[in-house]
């Protein structure tokens, strides 16, 4: 399932200008820094998660490019993209991918699309979730005024505490939950173990996968990526399940506030890898850098297959768990 067949041409460059580094990623370069709408993609493929639209939204979605990459913003239906990996290779392991973009875009390309053919080309079966958004102003004026207001104010303790984001993420964690249930009902069908559903996120996707794994038992994840997000101190339950970290020690955003996350995690007994990285910034997804940041998806599937998620399944099933 090639990206080129479903989606606009890949891109090499990512992500918003450095005022809008809350919402989603450091531009790789000091160009092309203006914004241009671009025509909403066919997205053939994507499947309606049933969860409805987002209720009293007005405006419709859009999408945008900046810095060479692909942005989608007023997502009020959400939907799941499988990219299925070819049947010679399948192990049986599936992983949802959550884009970031501060819960106002979603970083579409860099922090998804890519994400996933990279993971279907190892034989994982993976899901892009476009999740619903806070609504923004339909033009992009509008939209970047309404950014640089939110960086004005102080930040929301529900943006770095994902406990609080349980209570503020109603709809984004019902789409993670209907993701995992569309999954599990068509695990047959994409020859996927269902005890083998893992979850990785960016940045903002990041703590909707966190707060996805904290908020109840019908998504529960065999495994979760947490990719440049906060790493706030929490409750880990005990059957919390194991943990890939990946941070910048140059993170605008989140690298000043201590290592609570991963602290929590040891303290509950439960397996954690943390990648804290010495440069890379806030948002290098799979562009490449010059950066050791670049590695984190080779480390993130090491430590993948170390727990033999890229193993056939019929031969690890539930050794991770």
């Given at each position: 399932?090639?990206?080129?067949?479903?989606?606009?041409?890949?891109?090499?460059g990512v992500a918003l200008a450095t005022a809008l580094l809350w919402m989603v990623a450091t531009p790789a370069r000091a160009q092309?820094?203006?914004?241009?709408?671009?025509?909403?993609?066919?997205?053939?493929?994507?499947?309606?998660?049933?969860?409805?639209?987002?209720?009293?939204?007005?405006?419709?979605?859009?999408?945008?490019r900046q810095y060479g990459s692909t942005f989608a913003r007023n997502v009020t239906v959400a939907t799941l993209t499988p990219f299925?990996?070819?049947?010679?290779?399948?192990?049986?392991?599936?992983?949802?991918?959550?884009?970031?973009?501060?819960?106002?875009?979603?970083?579409?390309?860099?922090?998804?699309?890519?994400?996933?053919?990279?993971?279907?080309?190892?034989?994982?079966?993976?899901?892009?979730?476009?999740?619903?958004?806070?609504?923004?102003?339909?033009?992009?004026?509008?939209?970047?005024?309404?950014?640089?207001?939110?960086?004005?104010?102080?930040?929301?303790?529900?943006?770095?505490?994902?406990?609080?984001?349980?209570?503020?993420?109603?709809?984004?964690?019902?789409?993670?939950?209907?993701?995992?249930?569309?999954?599990?009902?068509?695990?047959?069908?994409?020859?996927?173990?269902?005890?083998?559903?893992?979850?990785?996120?960016?940045?903002?996707?990041?703590?909707?996968?966190?707060?996805?794994?904290?908020?109840?038992?019908?998504?529960?994840?065999?495994?979760?990526?947490?990719?440049?997000?906060?790493?706030?101190?929490?409750?880990?339950?005990?059957?919390?399940?194991?943990?890939?970290?990946?941070?910048?020690?140059?993170?605008?955003?989140?690298?000043g506030s201590g290592f609570g996350l991963i602290e929590s995690w040891r303290a509950a007994g439960r397996p954690v890898e943390f990648?804290?990285?010495?440069?890379?910034?806030?948002?290098?997804?799979?562009?490449?850098?010059?950066?050791?940041?670049?590695?984190?998806?080779?480390?993130?599937?090491?430590?993948?297959?170390?727990?033999?998620?890229?193993?056939?399944?019929?031969?690890?099933?539930?050794?991770?768990?």
């Amino acid at each position: 399932m090639p990206l080129k067949s479903r989606f606009l041409p890949a891109f090499s460059g990512v992500a918003l200008a450095t005022a809008l580094l809350w919402m989603v990623a450091t531009p790789a370069r000091a160009q092309d820094d203006a914004m241009t709408p671009i025509a909403v993609p066919a997205q053939r493929d994507a499947i309606e998660l049933g969860t409805g639209p987002l209720p009293d939204a007005k405006n419709p979605e859009a999408w945008h490019r900046q810095y060479g990459s692909t942005f989608a913003r007023n997502v009020t239906v959400a939907t799941l993209t499988p990219f299925l990996p070819d049947p010679a290779k399948a192990n049986g392991t599936a992983v949802i991918v959550a884009p970031g973009g501060g819960f106002r875009s979603l970083s579409m390309e860099n922090e998804g699309w890519q994400v996933a053919q990279a993971l279907a080309d190892r034989g994982v079966a993976a899901f892009v979730l476009k999740y619903r958004l806070n609504q923004t102003p339909p033009d992009l004026d509008g939209f970047g005024k309404s950014i640089r207001e939110m960086l004005s104010g102080p930040v929301p303790k529900h943006r770095i505490d994902p406990m609080s984001s349980i209570a503020t993420l109603g709809p984004q964690i019902a789409d993670a939950r209907a993701a995992f249930a569309l999954v599990r009902s068509r695990a047959d069908e994409w020859n996927i173990d269902p005890d083998r559903i893992g979850m990785v996120g960016f940045s903002a996707g990041a703590m909707l996968t966190i707060a996805t794994t904290l908020a109840g038992e019908d998504a529960k994840p065999a495994f979760i990526g947490d990719i440049y997000g906060p790493l706030a101190p929490l409750d880990v339950p005990a059957d919390a399940p194991p943990l890939f970290v990946a941070l910048a020690a140059d993170d605008g955003l989140f690298a000043g506030s201590g290592f609570g996350l991963i602290e929590s995690w040891r303290a509950a007994g439960r397996p954690v890898e943390f990648h804290f990285y010495e440069q890379g910034g806030h948002g290098f997804g799979m562009y490449p850098k010059t950066t050791t940041s670049t590695e984190w998806f080779h480390n993130f599937t090491a430590w993948m297959k170390m727990h033999g998620w890229l193993e056939p399944a019929k031969t690890t099933a539930g050794t991770s768990r």
